[in-house]
């Protein structure tokens, strides 16, 4: 990792929804309240917390996906040029590459192969990934609707890994998988890091995060209570400082699936 190197910086993100109640009544439903997060060069940060604390929020404020009736506040920053929308077009889809949390992303109307090249993507380089993704070379004319759920997942991950992305964006990319082959993602994301990437990583599985990641950054709603490298959660529940990364750290299953109220456990951080 190239601590001199920031690949991206989110500075004090905010994001709300304008809702509407029966008789069109308005109201304001923040998701995010002021999160932070550092990827440097060659960094794998792991995002981890429970559901509905705007993780994937921050992916898509990051790629300019939200909604219409979305809000964005504070500053997203990519190799320290402000990410505007006019950096987004040039930059997304090249250097930035999203890998999503639904198959649903992928296109429909296109064959597996053809998704995975993109524009620059040669065909070793798609019969590579392929292969290490354990896709046989007929997925490759198949679409979206002929793979499996797990199929699906792999081809996604292909489509990342074959670009020469500064800044990978993965959104969950392990459910489906099994668990050689959520471990070889990992690695790759190992090594794709080693190269010089910075990836984001959003996740629940903490303990597939662990065997890839330097720094893990804990979400609880819509902020961000906590960074600690990876190797204190390797070193167990004392190494750690707060009392929800403590709880997280317990939760995993080499550590009895111990469970605490989330609520009771901000309290007492205050």
């Not at 309240?33 to 994937?56: D, P, Q």
């Not at 950054?217 to 990876?230: K, L, M, S």
């Amino acid at each position: 990792m190239n601590k001199d190197k920031i690949i991206l910086e989110v500075e004090d993100i905010s994001v709300s929804f304008r809702m509407y109640d029966k008789g069109l009544s308005k109201h304001d439903l923040t998701v995010i309240k002021k999160l932070n997060v550092t990827v440097h060069e060659g960094e794998i940060l792991a995002i981890v917390g429970a559901s509905g604390s705007g993780k994937s929020v921050l992916a898509h404020a990051v790629l300019g996906i939200l909604p219409s009736n979305a809000s964005v506040g504070g500053e997203i920053r990519y190799c320290g040029k402000q990410l505007t929308n006019s950096l987004r077009k040039e930059k997304v889809g090249s250097e930035i590459i999203m890998i999503p949390q639904s198959v649903t992303y992928l296109d429909p109307l296109m064959k597996a192969g053809k998704q995975v090249r993109g524009l620059k993507g040669t065909k070793q380089q798609l019969e590579e990934a392929f292969r290490r993704y354990g896709l046989d070379k007929s997925a490759e004319k198949k679409y979206p609707f002929q793979l499996s759920g797990g199929m699906a997942r792999r081809v996604l991950i292909s489509t990342a890994v074959i670009s020469d992305a500064k800044l990978i964006l993965a959104d969950e990319p392990t459910p489906g998988l099994s668990e050689d082959m959520a471990a070889e993602t990992m690695r790759h994301f190992r090594e794709l890091a080693d190269q010089g990437c910075g990836i984001l990583m959003i996740t629940h599985d903490i303990e597939a995060a662990l065997k890839a990641a330097d720094t893990i950054a804990v979400f609880y709603d819509g902020e961000t209570i906590d960074c600690c490298t990876a190797d204190d959660f390797r070193q167990g529940r004392d190494a750690l400082k707060h009392p929800y990364t403590k709880a997280l750290w317990s939760a995993l299953p080499e550590n009895g699936f111990l469970s605490a109220d989330a609520s009771e456990l901000m309290k007492g951080a205050l």
